[in-house]
């Protein structure tokens, strides 16, 4: 990849447009790019970042603050650069997001967003191939093959971050070298593996637990129903458990079950002598009940006859009350018709025009029948010429309505005027005020760099109350691991003892085993005349050894796992503390509440500026909105005052025509309905009439009937039937008794002949007694204690079985959990393994964590690449070595040492000079170009920029390093050095000079001694 062109309009301290052209610059392969202090030379390398990626590298991402402020407020911010990639040629044009200054208010801003184009050279002519800020992206990283965090550490070399990295220690060098590697995804492998641990963990942790529990559930469930004599007495095996458990209660349930059935057997034997007995005193229960009915049935029997004649006469008299019943009922409703034809005609007498159609009063008979019919069709045809009139006097109604509206509607419209009138008069004064406002307020600090300020002091907060957390649990931990070291001192001390003193008595220990007549196993004699004794006269045995040898060992793994964790701690506060945890505490609450604050200031500005201008846009809007009312309410009340005109005319000539038609006034509806109720009242009035005439004829008939039936019955008159007639109420008694008196004699007639009463009768005949109370209660008594008892075996055989049951269930989920449990148990042990491993615990004896491996690995290559310029620059002398050893109990792969040719020895950066330091850290950051370059799949570099440190140089070691740098631009490579110092001026002859002054930066291009 190579820079041709690069143009800079309204961007950090440029204000006006600046053009840098990179292939006239690199016609020497190095130039120079200088000037002073804050004159822009970053933000040249800033623009490169922006115009490739839409972004720049570190704190100055907030793409708002691009913008220069020495520009004119009209000026849009603009980056062009040209450059060539994989043999094609590129023009990529950006524009940050910028406030334009509104060009309809007199004050405001209006939002521009960032816009992107991108071209290529095709055949000498450039052609378009997006203008769209994430198409361009896509296209513009195919392209460079690399990020912008990679861009930054192979074309712009950070000085800063490699010195940093070379002096640090190997704790230290990680989190620089973490920032310099996307090592994520390796921390994102070593995370999943210890979750995947910690689930195989917890997966298996809860099958073991299943299974403990069902155990425990199992000897619960046994303990419920067994004595405790009959639990096992010592540990079994949980099969062993099992069986012991299932038998237990087999046995105690077929024992249960025994004493169940032999209850049953005598229980149904004493039911059924309880029941012999008391079938015996029902007999005689029902012998008593018989003859107390039959002496009820025999007293009776005069009254019977008597009753029997009294529903005799009641019967005959029946075939007579229907027909009297109708001859009534016809009376009454002839009787209620002249009423109701009486009501009818008083309620129309009342009407205000009945006098106009009925001239006389009518009476219920023929000629009342005549007079109403005449009314009726004088009445029909008066209706008939009102109602034809009706349809005129709706649509008068209807007009007047319409005008009603019209009034209505144009009173509203002059309302709606004045009201906007007065509305738009408000609104334009707030328009002026909200103006004036925005005016009077200040520019809006940056939000996103006081949100970094705020986030940076809560992480450094953080680390305060972490550190000082993690120093107690250390300084805990130091006097654990000094305890645990002062025990395993003194056992050890104690076996060395123990074995000191087993080595001397061996002779003493050899002679107790001697034996008179028993060869010695050392010489072979069978004669011991004078065996060894111990100097203490008293032994030491290789149990006591051997258990003092077993308690140094377990003082020896508390001692290594209480230093482990010590160390573990120590390297924890270490690192807070190089986050800043050793902090005051009071002064980081302090610069987080101060960073808080600024925070919230800086918001609450940038919100009021943000509503004062979408108030100030939507009052615009309003007024516009308003005028465009204004204008249709104007029209709209011209239009309702002429339509309000012609629906007075049409109202009036409505309502002369319907005078002519009712000259005494009213409503011509009104008048039809009344003159409807009127009609109405003649009908019914004529309705019930007829009903009367009806009625009339019915009476005569029904009269008729009546005398007929009388001769045909066994009364004389009318009377004397209705007096032999029985009330429903009484008659209902009357019938129950006589009903009463047979069913009795027929019930007497079953008793006769049941068993119980034949049964009863043969006992007395044959003199057998009755059982006594006394008797029966106890026999009932014993039945239901022996009850009881059979059902409480019953309970419990019952218990004991689904007892049986469960517990042969938790026996097979048993074996199941056991058969689930071995695969969960592999796999467990396998990711625990996998996971320690990663994590540089376990069996890794180097205690590297994959992350590490993977940075030691990068640090290898990097030290490799960087060693091929550093014996360059050092003349041969110095090259760099990665060193992956461990020390002590820290965990090895990050050390970096510098091997010195002139001593052979090796030894720590730290010790290298500042010049040595400045050619060494050059050498880092080339040696990462290098490693990137080829991670980023070969991309070819041929624009490249070192950052200041020139000046720890002496004269001999700038000769080496600009040699070095000379080699780079082999093979056409362009390299561009930052600098101040004057004698690099003077030995490169292309210079990019960047100068500041009040009104913004510029550059101007340099060549000197360029044939």
């Known amino acids: 990849?190579?820079?041709?062109?690069?143009?800079?309009?309204?961007?950090?301290?440029?204000?006006?447009?600046?053009?840098?052209?990179?292939?006239?610059?690199?016609?020497?392969?190095?130039?120079?790019?200088?000037?002073?202090?804050?004159?822009?030379?970053?933000?040249?390398?800033?623009?490169?970042?922006?115009?490739?990626?839409?972004?720049?590298?570190?704190?100055?991402?907030?793409?708002k603050r691009l913008r220069s402020d020495h520009a004119e407020p009209e000026t849009e911010p603009e980056v062009v650069c040209e450059f060539s990639a994989r043999g094609r040629r590129f023009e990529v044009t950006r524009n940050p997001q910028w406030e334009r200054p509104s060009s309809r208010a007199r004050s405001g801003s209006v939002t521009e967003q960032a816009h992107t184009l991108l071209r290529e050279k095709v055949n000498g002519a450039w052609v378009q191939k997006s203008a769209r800020n994430d198409e361009a992206a896509a296209e513009l990283l195919s392209v460079l093959g690399m990020s912008l965090e990679q861009f930054t550490k192979v074309v712009l070399l950070p000085q800063g971050d490699f010195a940093a990295f070379l002096r640090a220690d190997a704790k230290d060098r990680r989190p620089l070298l973490q920032r310099l590697f996307a090592t994520?995804?390796?921390?994102?492998?070593?995370?999943?593996?210890?979750?995947?641990?910690?689930?195989?963990?917890?997966?298996?942790?809860?099958?073991?637990?299943?299974?403990?529990?069902?155990?425990?559930?199992?000897?619960?469930?046994?303990?419920?129903?067994?004595?405790?004599?009959?639990?096992?007495?010592?540990?079994?095996?949980?099969?062993?458990?099992?069986?012991?458990?299932?038998?237990?209660?087999?046995?105690?349930?077929?024992?249960?079950?025994?004493?169940?059935?032999?209850?049953?057997?005598?229980?149904?034997?004493?039911?059924?002598?309880?029941?012999?007995?008391?079938?015996?005193?029902?007999?005689?229960?029902?012998?008593?009940?018989?003859?107390?009915?039959?002496?009820?049935?025999?007293?009776?029997?005069?009254?019977?006859?008597?009753?029997?004649?009294?529903?005799?006469?009641?019967?005959?008299?029946?075939?007579?009350?229907?027909?009297?019943?109708?001859?009534?009922?016809?009376?009454?409703?002839?009787?209620?018709?002249?009423?109701?034809?009486?009501?009818?005609?008083?309620?129309?007498?009342?009407?205000?025009?009945?006098?106009?159609?009925?001239?006389?009063?009518?009476?219920?008979?023929?000629?009342?029948?005549?007079?109403?019919?005449?009314?009726?069709?004088?009445?029909?045809?008066?209706?008939?010429?009102?109602?034809?009139?009706?349809?005129e006097e709706q649509r008068l109604q209807s007009a007047r309505t319409e005008v009603q509206g019209f009034e209505?509607?144009?009173?509203?419209?002059?309302?709606?005027?004045?009201?906007?009138?007065?509305?738009?008069?408000?609104?334009?004064?707030?328009?002026?005020?909200?103006?004036?406002?925005?005016?009077?307020?200040?520019?809006?600090?940056?939000?996103?760099?006081?949100?970094?300020?705020?986030?940076?002091?809560?992480?450094i907060r953080e680390a305060v109350a972490d550190h000082a957390a993690c120093r107690a649990k250390t300084e805990a931990a130091r006097a654990r691991r000094d305890t645990a070291h002062t025990r395993q001192l003194e056992r050890k001390e104690a076996w060395l003892s123990l074995l000191e003193q087993r080595l001397d008595q061996a002779a003493a220990e050899l002679a107790a085993t001697l034996a008179e007549g028993e060869p010695c196993p050392v010489c072979g004699g069978t004669e011991h005349p004078q065996p060894a004794v111990a100097a203490s006269g008293r032994l030491v045995t290789r149990e006591q050894e051997a258990a003092a040898r077993d308690d140094h060992a377990a003082a020896e793994a508390l001692y290594t796992e209480a230093r482990g964790a010590c160390a573990h701690l120590e390297q924890e506060l270490s690192a807070l503390a190089s986050r800043g945890g050793a902090t005051d505490a009071t002064d980081a609450a302090a610069a987080v509440a101060a960073a808080q604050a600024s925070l919230n200031h800086a918001v609450a500005v940038r919100d009021r500026r943000r509503e004062l201008q979408e108030q100030s846009a939507a009052t615009t809007q309003q007024l516009e909105e308003l005028g465009q009312r204004l204008s249709a309410l104007a029209v709209a009340k011209a239009s309702a005052d002429s339509e309000l005109k012609a629906g007075r005319e049409r109202t009036d000539e409505l309502g002369r025509k319907l005078h002519e038609a009712l000259p005494d006034g009213g409503s011509l509806h009104d008048h039809a309905a009344s003159l409807s109720r009127l009609d109405q009242l003649l009908a019914d009035a004529m309705r019930i009439l007829a009903q009367h005439r009806h009625c009339g004829n019915a009476l005569d008939q029904a009269e008729a009937e009546l005398?007929?039936?009388?001769?045909?019955?066994?009364?004389?008159?009318?009377?004397?039937?209705?007096?032999?007639?029985?009330?429903?109420?009484?008659?209902?008694?009357?019938?129950?008794?006589?009903?009463?008196?047979?069913?009795?004699?027929?019930?007497?007639?079953?008793?006769?002949?049941?068993?119980?009463?034949?049964?009863?009768?043969?006992?007395?005949?044959?003199g057998e007694a009755l059982p006594g109370i006394g008797e029966m209660d106890e026999a009932r008594d014993q039945v239901t204690v022996l009850?009881?008892?059979?059902?409480?075996?019953?309970?419990?055989?019952?218990?004991?079985?689904?007892?049986?049951?469960?517990?042969?269930?938790?026996?097979?989920?048993?074996?199941?959990?056991?058969?689930?449990?071995?695969?969960?148990?592999?796999?467990?042990?396998?990711?625990?393994?996998?996971?320690?491993?990663?994590?540089?615990?376990?069996?890794?004896?180097?205690?590297?964590?994959?992350?590490?491996?993977?940075?030691?690995?990068?640090?290898?290559?990097?030290?490799?690449?960087?060693?091929?310029?550093?014996?360059?620059?050092?003349?041969?002398?110095?090259?760099?070595?990665?060193?992956?050893?461990?020390?002590?109990?820290?965990k090895s792969g990050l050390g970096l040492h510098v091997s010195d040719e002139w001593t052979g020895q090796r030894r720590d950066t730290a010790t290298l000079s500042g010049g040595e330091s400045f050619m060494a850290s050059l050498a880092l950051a080339l040696g990462l170009a290098d490693v990137v370059q080829a991670e980023a799949g070969g991309v070819d570099i041929e624009t490249l920029f070192v950052d200041e440190g020139f000046g720890s140089l002496d004269e001999q070691a700038l000769e080496q390093v600009m040699d070095a740098l000379e080699g780079l631009r082999d093979g056409g490579r362009v390299i561009g050095l930052v600098s101040h110092v004057a004698e690099m001026k003077q030995r490169i002859g292309a210079q990019l000079q960047v100068t500041k002054g009040r009104h913004g930066s510029s550059v101007r291009t340099v060549l000197t001694g360029v044939a």
């Open 787 to 890: 009850d009881r008892r059979v059902r409480e075996h019953q309970v419990r055989h019952g218990v004991l079985a689904a007892s049986q049951e469960q517990l042969a269930a938790y026996r097979r989920r048993f074996e199941e959990e056991q058969i689930r449990l071995a695969p969960i148990a592999a796999r467990h042990e396998l990711l625990q393994s996998v996971a320690d491993t990663v994590r540089g615990l376990g069996e890794n004896e180097r205690k590297m964590t994959l992350t590490t491996y993977v940075l030691a690995a990068r640090l290898e290559q990097i030290a490799a690449a960087a060693s091929e310029r550093l014996i360059t620059m050092t003349d041969g002398r110095y090259t760099l070595v990665h060193d992956d050893s461990k020390s002590g109990n820290k």
């Open 184 to 391: 994520d995804r390796y921390e994102a492998v070593e995370q999943t593996l210890a979750d995947e641990a910690a689930k195989a963990r917890s997966a298996y942790q809860a099958a073991v637990a299943g299974a403990d529990q069902l155990m425990e559930r199992a000897t619960e469930e046994a303990a419920r129903h067994l004595a405790a004599g009959d639990m096992p007495d010592q540990p079994l095996a949980a099969a062993d458990l099992f069986a012991v458990f299932e038998s237990s209660v087999a046995s105690a349930a077929a024992s249960v079950q025994d004493a169940a059935a032999s209850g049953q057997e005598e229980l149904d034997r004493l039911r059924d002598t309880l029941g012999r007995r008391e079938r015996a005193l029902a007999d005689h229960a029902a012998l008593a009940e018989l003859e107390k009915i039959s002496a009820e049935h025999r007293q009776a029997a005069g009254s019977h006859a008597a009753l029997t004649e009294t529903l005799a006469a009641h019967r005959s008299a029946e075939l007579l009350a229907s027909p009297i019943r109708h001859r009534d009922q016809a009376a009454l409703a002839m009787e209620r018709a002249a009423k109701e034809f009486l009501d009818r005609i008083d309620a129309a007498e009342t009407h205000p025009l009945y006098p106009a159609f009925v001239s006389s009063r009518p009476e219920p008979d023929h000629a009342g029948q005549a007079l109403l019919d005449e009314a009726a069709g004088r009445l029909a045809a008066e209706l008939g010429r009102i109602r034809a009139l009706l349809p």
């Open 707 to 766: 005398a007929s039936a009388i001769e045909q019955s066994n009364f004389a008159t009318e009377e004397e039937a209705r007096v032999s007639l029985v009330a429903s109420a009484q008659l209902q008694e009357l019938e129950r008794r006589h009903t009463a008196h047979i069913e009795a004699g027929q019930r007497l007639m079953v008793l006769e002949t049941s068993e119980p009463v034949i049964r009863a009768r043969t006992a007395l005949k044959n």
């Open 408 to 459: 209505l509607r144009a009173e509203q419209l002059a309302q709606h005027l004045a009201s906007a009138a007065d509305e738009r008069e408000q609104l334009a004064a707030t328009g002026r005020s909200l103006q004036e406002q925005l005016a009077a307020l200040a520019e809006t600090p940056d939000v996103g760099l006081l949100t970094e300020r705020l986030e940076q002091a809560q992480y």
């Open 1 to 63: 990849m190579r820079i041709h062109r690069l143009e800079i309009q309204a961007f950090g301290p440029f204000a006006a447009r600046e053009t840098i052209d990179f292939d006239e610059l690199s016609s020497q392969g190095l130039f120079l790019l200088n000037g002073p202090t804050g004159a822009g030379k970053t933000s040249i390398l800033d623009a490169i970042c922006f115009a490739l990626y839409g972004s720049v590298p570190g704190a100055r991402q907030q793409g």
